[in-house]
């Protein structure tokens, strides 16, 4: 069984920073792949960031790109959104997901289990 748990979401104004926190848990000693996306209301969700530890690589949306971090706890399932300059656009419900294994860390459909979700609300 894998529990996934996000943090941290809240209201912010136009750009201020907010760092989001995930934690995956599971019964047994694994390694996940994790991803951040995010869902605005009345749209898709949409990939926002991935670290992928068995690739050694890092993904970012081009949205969010220089103004978003990921950063992992070494050689634990725990990784944290780091948001800067914040925009009224960035407003959503953020998700945490996880999978052992996947070929596209940008496509939601390849991940396994999420969390339940934070909202982030940017606005003056």
Same mark, same amino acid.
């Given at each position: 069984?894998?529990? @996934? ?5 809240? *209201? @912010?104004?136009? $750009?201020? &920073?907010? #760092?989001?926190? +995930?934690?995956?848990?599971? =019964?047994?000693?694994? =390694?996940?792949?994790? $991803?951040?996306? =995010?869902?605005?209301? /009345?749209?898709? =969700?949409?990939? @926002?960031?991935?670290?992928?530890? #068995? ?8 949205? !969010?790109? /220089? #103004?978003?971090?990921?950063? #992992? ?5 725990? !990784? ?11 407003? %959503? !419900?953020?998700? +945490?997901?996880? %999978?052992?294994? *996947? ?13 339940? $979700?934070?909202? @982030?609300?940017? &606005? &003056?």
């Amino acid at each position: 069984q894998v529990q @996934v748990a996000e943090s941290g979401g809240g *209201l @912010v104004q136009p $750009g201020d &920073s907010l #760092r989001l926190s +995930c934690t995956a848990s599971a =019964r047994t000693n694994v =390694r996940f792949i994790m $991803g951040w996306f =995010r869902q605005a209301p /009345g749209k898709e =969700r949409e990939f @926002v960031t991935a670290h992928n530890w #068995r690739a050694d690589k890092i993904y970012y949306s081009d949205s !969010v790109k /220089g #103004r978003f971090s990921i950063f #992992r706890e070494n050689m634990k399932n725990m !990784v944290y959104l780091e948001m800067n300059s914040l925009k009224p656009e960035d407003t %959503a !419900v953020y998700y +945490c997901a996880v %999978a052992l294994d *996947l070929a596209n860390p940008m496509s939601a459909n390849e991940y396994t289990h999420w969390g339940q $979700g934070t909202q @982030v609300t940017v &606005s &003056s």
